[in-house]
Structure formats: structure tokens, C-alpha cells
């Protein structure tokens, strides 16, 4: 079926004559719009803009013009990232009218790689609510249940890829928002090193947490769109490798790879589905020739202090004159928690800060012993989406938040199934700039296991 095709697949297929760029435009639009409006994954797409786009791309491959492996490949972005002429609204009521002049640097790489822009993709407003009902866009829906949260903030990226209306999405993450709903939607999904993707174009929650990724069906796919966003780095990093995709089949054999366990077995007591999901993914690596071994971190609770006191300042310098001027035209959930940055000083800011370092200089001391770390996702499955009080009881159940702090790149990738039938997931995380590692490991992973060939049956109307 053409709506659950990688990218490789999509790729081989346009070569060999048997799949054109239009053809499967046409495809995702039909279950876009047969499905979309129930899951709601897009704020907006543009069905005669994609259509344009993959003629254009299919003339260009007819006449031997290829612009590499995403040539003629749909892919999503999330609402917060500018597109040229389009509306970024942020999911919020105050950014409605708000027209992007340019395509921000990561778009733009995709057009240069031969991209379709599907449209704008829906997420928790500025990337800090919740699935909040009191916006002018309904929230996305899991697809694995619809009743269900589909994780966040990048809540439409995850959705639109689980329910198979495109192969490759753009996310960010300043406290796990692309890991968050690659757990709870069953895919692969990458924050990568800080810096490494540009976030200029990108509107801001916190400038020192905030990342952009790429979220795909496998890493394979994270990592071939990983290819073209980091392009658009700034900042000064060390030589990038000709394809982050390159040692994807050389498996994890002689890696040393530290687990985390006490993440998740006493800082904060996991659901036990997730623990024995974690125990499993520990044997499947040794199974293919890691050796794993318990490592200690710092606290989840001395990560966590620091990044809410971060997020909470630089959210607040943001926001702070809407919060005074308009503060009833946020949602509940995300005014709720900009405004504890207005009780902030510079001193508690400066203090965060140091203990930043301290613990960037902990975990960076751990990788001296380790090739890769291991640890939980999410601590259980995902939660209903109307249940307010689950909602936020479960957000801060999870590991995803000190690799904010830090900048190291963590990969999510599915590594089971609740006995409900929604997606369980674990985190790889890698030393600064070693994707390529990274992303290895995690194909290993998800070459052995089934999980990643897993996906939802959608409702239908």
C-alpha cells in the first residue's frame, strides 16, 4: 500500500517506472481526506499546491533530474515552522493572520531537495500546552486509538505519520515534543545534537532547549531527512558525515551502550509493561553483540529542576507581553504554564544555568565509559486524550527531559505494545554530533524487532 511506503521504497519505485511522484500525491490527499477529519494531524494543506509540486518533481525524474533520495517525497511541517506565505499559527488564536515572509532554512533545504510541502501540521499550542479543546483547531488524535493522546508537542506530526498520510514530518522538542509522540504513536523520532538543525524560522519556546527534528515510520527515514535538515546549521560543528544514513546495516556488534535503569526504576517507578519492554530491547542488543551495562546519571528529578526553571524563564520572556495583554486568548493548559515564569528571577535563571553545566559535564563524563546510553520513553502508554488530570500527570512521567538540558541527540524508537494496543517506546542516546552512531543502533534495533512493521487500522466513516 503506497501510504505505508518509506522513503527507499518510494525512491526504488520512481526508478524503476512503477511509481510517480503524482501518483502518490494523489494517494495520501484521498486518505488525507478521508481521514484527516477525524484525526485531525493538519491545521492546513493545500491539495492543488502539493499536486503542483509533484508534477514538477515527476518532469524533473522523467527527464533524469533526480535532486537526490527526497525528490518527489511528501513531507509535513509542524505549524510552528515558517513557510513561505502561509499562515504559522502556532496552533494559537494569536498568531492568527501571522504570514511568513520565507521559507525557514529547514523548509527551504527540502524544496531544494525535492520535497512536497503537504501543508501545515497542528500541535499543542507554541509547543507547551496539551490536546486543549478550547482552541480555534480541535487536537490531533492517536491513530492507533482515537480516543487516545498522540503525545507532544509535534502531536500532528505523530499523528499524520502513524495514520499513513505521509512518510516524513518535521517536529521540535525543548522538553522530548518529537520523542513524545514518536512513543505514543508507535515511530522513529530523532532530537538531534543541539544546534546541528537550524531554528532560525522556527517560533520560539526556550532558545537554549529548543531543537528541530526529523520524525519518520523507521530510522532509516530519520536518518536520510536528517541528511538534508542538517544542512542548515549556523554554528560551528565538527565535519558533517556524507550521509547520516551511511553505517545504518553494520549493526551495534562490539558498542558499549549504558543503561539507565534508575530513570525508571526509582526516580520515577515506570508502568511494568515498560519495564519489561526496556529488559527485552537490553537483550535484543546483546543478542546482536552490544554489551550493556547499568550506568548511573544524576537524578531525573536534578535534570527536571533545571530545565523547568530554564523553559519557565525564556518561555516567559517570550510570551510575556501577550500573557499581559491577552492572557484569555491562550488555552488553559499552555497559559497555565507560561505564566509560572513571570515568578522567576534572574538569579534562580543564573543558578539553573550553573547546575546545567554540572550536569552536561556528568553525562558527558558517563560517555567516557560508553559508546551509547540506553533509557525509557515514555513510563506508560498514552493516556486518554480527554482526561485533563491524566494529561498532565503523565507528562512529567518520563526521561526524555534531560537531553534537552544537555543537547545530546536522542532517538526514540518503538520497542513494543501495552496490553491495550498502543505503542511502547525507548530512547537512545548518543555523544554530541554522533548521529551516525546513534541512528545505527537504533536500525539494528529495529531490524531485529517487529515493531516498526506495526500499524493502525483507522476508523472509517
Sequence with gaps: MKHWMTVSQISRGYAAGTLSPVAL???LLERIEAHD????????????????????AEKALRAGRSLGPLHGVPVGIKDIID??????????????GHIAREDAPVVSALRAAGAIMFGKLSLHEFAIGGPSFDLPFPPAR???????HPGGSSSGSGTALAAGFLPLALGTDTGGS????AAACGLAGLKPTYDLVSRRGVYPLAMSLDHVGPMARTVEDVAL???VMARTSSSFTPPRPLSYARDLKLGVKGLRIGFVRHFHEQDDIAHPEVTLALEQACEVFRSLGAEVRDIHLPSLQAFGAAQKVILMAEGWAVHARNLRERPEDYAQMSRRKLLCGAFLGGGDYVQAMQCRGELIDMVNQAFGDVDLLLAANSFEAACRIDDVSEAVRTYTRQARVPFNLTG??????MNGLSQAGLPLSLQLIGKNFDEVTLLRAGAAFEQATPWHTMHPELLTT
Design 37 to 56: 477529519p477525524q484525526y485531525h494531524a493538519f491545521i492546513h494543506f493545500d491539495r492543488t499546491a502539493a499536486l503542483d509540486q509533484a508534477m514538477h
Design 225 to 227: 531527512l536528517l541528511d
Design 178 to 181: 518529537i520523542r513524545h509522540p
Design 25 to 27: 500525491t494523489e494517494a
Design 142 to 148: 492517536n491513530p492507533w486509538n482515537i480516543n487516545h
Design 83 to 96: 513557510m513561505a506565505g502561509q499562515t504559522t499559527s502556532c496552533h494559537s488564536v494569536l498568531m492568527r
Design 408 to 413: 545530546h541527540p536522542a532517538l526514540a524508537v
